[in-house]
């Protein structure tokens, strides 16, 4: 099924018809739907979705001080550290003092941290399946895609103008 398929102002359950021409407002829908949905099935694990970015990036970059990590998820510095000391309360991440800068620590991901990465990483396959499953393979990759693109398109300043906001 194609856009074209659609007859005009069909709107879902919820929506009114004279928002559904609006490709803001639909982008800005889907990410609160999609974000709801996995928020309920990762709290399952006891975590939420930033804990859950964070473990994601810990586990990628390795030990990193808190300051790294909350530029790489986009996380604003006090709440980061509420989110650490979740994390750490319990037990998925702790602090050990960091090698070269006396006063930071680094942040190491532990191994019940790495087991709850990886049962979560199931439920963000279920979820994105589940909310994609109206799309074909074909359809999800160019959707991923152009989500990217913008997603990098965001991150560029305008002409004239300075940085946009972060995502």
């Known amino acids: ?56 990036v810990l586990e990628v970059e390795g030990p990193t001080t808190q300051q790294f990590l909350g530029k790489c998820t986009g996380i604003d510095p006090s709440s980061m550290v509420a989110t650490i000391d979740d994390l750490e309360a319990r037990g998925l991440v702790e602090r050990r003092p960091h090698p070269s800068d006396r006063r930071a620590h680094a942040l190491h991901l532990t191994e019940q941290g790495r087991e709850v990465l990886g049962r979560g990483r199931q439920v963000a396959r279920t979820a994105e399946d589940d909310l994609l499953a109206p799309l074909s393979p074909e359809d999800r990759k160019t959707l991923h895609e152009l989500l990217l693109r913008l997603a990098l398109a965001a991150e560029e300043p305008a002409p004239g103008r300075g940085r946009r906001d972060r995502f």
């Open 1 to 56: 099924m194609t856009v074209s398929d659609f007859k005009p102002f069909v709107a879902p359950p919820g929506t009114h018809r004279a928002l559904v021409k609006h490709t803001g407002f639909l982008l800005a829908r889907m990410g609160h739907v999609a974000a709801r949905r996995f928020s309920e099935r990762i709290a399952e694990l006891g975590v939420t979705a930033r804990m859950w970015g964070a473990l994601n």
